[in-house]
């Protein structure tokens, strides 16, 4: 669908939705847990959806309370030999080591621009862990027939921090104990968040500097009761609506969360954006915006918005670990740079690691989401401000895998003339 997005200013406070990164792995964590578990502050988006199909597949039973309330009867049990993680780069990941479990041959498939990143860094370790493995040249589909052994692996984590969740959750399961040494770890607090995750279901995962793991086998997962917190990510992007185009409290938020993207905070704050935080929200206020330096090496997901903000500040801003976009949902450091051009910023990529983003005025424009739901928040966050007109997004219906209610609630938060 192509959305039409007029600029305007906002004023308001609204709610994101759970992060989908927690509720996956609290997903994965109630299934692997003999018993029942509640799982509250559940929102649906595209992901969770995948997620949750999964753990039908492998033998949870799933019971709806209300509309943001599941109920998880956990064990692994399968019932199917096919895995659809639609466009879910985290549960094709997770999901993977967690089916090495059974002792049959279980098929991962997903579809449109997952079928384009790379699922290499999987095959070896899974193989060096007695898992029999087919892949598709380093790509979905995967099919894996465990049960997967504990013992010593390497892996690479350069790319990604999603497979090494899927092993920490999976091999406390497993029948001997595990050491998992990572080479050139990224995105840890995403690490942190899996830690935590299997605590609160009571099995432990031991690390020194995220370089190596220590996992007990032979653990037991059992059933809890957890809210799932809100979504930073999301956040992020209302966030600098706020301080690009007015004023926008963001409430369900802890500003203690382990999620990698409380670093918007820092940014915004170095652009010079008005910033109050309280125990469960974060405004943000727009003031006069300066270039600002930011390394998003161990945030990625947050290039998208920190492009947005840095596009309304004076200046010429410099983000490091651009590298890390290459393998999302699209090439998002050349994404950006061709949709924000026609928006009429410049971005320039002087090498594999920085990003420098010229601001200026934003300009009537018809851009495309590259079928990634955070480029579309980002174009549309920019839309705001745009001079004598308004900006036309293409494919804005992506935003559905994060955030289906996005559009909504920036309309939600305009000023009305």
């Known amino acids: 669908m192509d959305k039409s997005i007029p600029a305007g200013s906002l004023r308001g406070e609204l709610t994101p939705p759970c992060s989908k990164s927690y509720a996956q792995r609290a997903l994965a964590a109630s299934l692997l847990a003999d018993g029942r578990s509640v799982l509250h502050n559940l929102a649906y988006c595209d992901d969770t959806r995948a997620a949750v199909r999964c753990i039908e597949t492998l033998g949870a039973s799933v019971q709806r309370i209300d509309r943001q309330t599941l109920a998880v009867e956990g064990g692994l049990d399968p019932v199917g030999n096919r895995l659809f993680v639609g466009e879910s780069g985290l549960a094709a990941r997770l999901f993977t080591p967690i089916a090495a479990l059974c002792g049959f041959p279980v098929r991962i498939e997903g579809e449109g621009t997952l079928l384009h990143r790379p699922m290499a860094m999987l095959v070896e370790p899974l193989r060096a862990l007695g898992v029999e493995v087919r892949d598709g040249g380093g790509y979905l589909p995967i099919e894996v027939r465990g049960p997967i052994r504990g013992g010593r692996v390497e892996v690479d984590g350069s790319l990604s921090s999603q497979f090494v969740t899927g092993l920490l959750l999976a091999l406390p399961v497993a029948g001997r104990d595990t050491v998992i040494r990572v080479h050139d770890p990224v995105s840890t607090p995403y690490l942190d968040m899996t830690i935590a995750a299997a605590a609160a279901f009571g099995v432990e995962i031991l690390h020194e500097q995220y370089r190596e793991f220590y996992i007990a ?85 947050l290039f998208p918005a920190l492009v947005a903000l840095a596009a309304a500040a004076e200046g010429v801003s410099v983000i490091e670990g651009a590298g890390r976009l290459r393998s999302k949902e699209c090439d998002r450091a050349d994404a950006l740079r061709e949709e924000y051009a026609r928006l009429g910023i410049a971005i320039d990529l002087p090498d594999e690691n920085r990003m420098l983003v010229r601001g200026g005025a934003i300009r009537p424009a018809e851009v495309w989401s590259h079928g990634d739901h955070r480029i579309a928040m980002s174009l549309a966050v920019a839309a705001l401000r745009c001079t004598g007109g308004s900006v036309t997004l293409r494919n804005a219906e992506v935003v559905s895998k994060s955030y289906p209610g996005f559009y909504e609630a920036l309309d939600a938060l305009r000023i009305q003339a």
């Open 217 to 301: 086998g032979g653990q037991r997962y059992r059933p809890a009761e957890l809210r799932i917190e809100g979504d930073w990510s999301a956040a992020a992007a209302l966030l600098v609506a706020g301080a690009t185009a007015g004023e926008v409290t963001v409430r369900n938020l802890s500003p203690l969360s382990l999620q990698a993207d409380t670093a918007i905070c820092t940014a915004l704050e170095r652009a010079g954006a008005g910033l109050v935080s309280e125990a469960d929200s974060v405004t943000a206020l727009r003031r006069e915006l300066r270039a600002f330096r930011f390394d998003a090496t161990q945030c990625p997901d």
